[in-house]
């Protein structure tokens, strides 16, 4: 927990993302968690994936059904966003 709050894990992100639409020229990228998740879908929205869908109770959690929310980003919306300023 020392490295939480740290901002490594989006770093680790947004190299995941560029390699995979860069290197391995994909058209697009998802991820999901579930919907307690909160820092999860923090860094999802502020990397710029959109929010598509959410699986109702669809993964048995510590005792309870929980949501699973689905994300998506496409490579023109990662480019724009990546994009260095002038």
Avoid at 10 to 35: D, M, Q, V
Avoid at 66 to 84: F, I, N, Q
């Amino acid at each position: 927990m020392d490295y939480w709050h740290k901002g490594y894990g989006k770093e680790a992100a947004r190299l995941i993302i560029n390699h995979g639409f860069n290197s391995l020229n994909l058209h697009r990228i998802s991820c999901a968690t579930f919907s307690n998740n909160v820092g999860m879908m923090a860094l999802a929205k502020s990397l710029g994936f959109k929010e598509e869908g959410c699986r109702r109770e669809t993964a048995y959690k510590s005792g309870a059904y929980v949501d699973v929310v689905e994300y998506g980003l496409l490579k023109g919306e990662w480019h724009v966003r990546s994009a260095p300023l002038p």
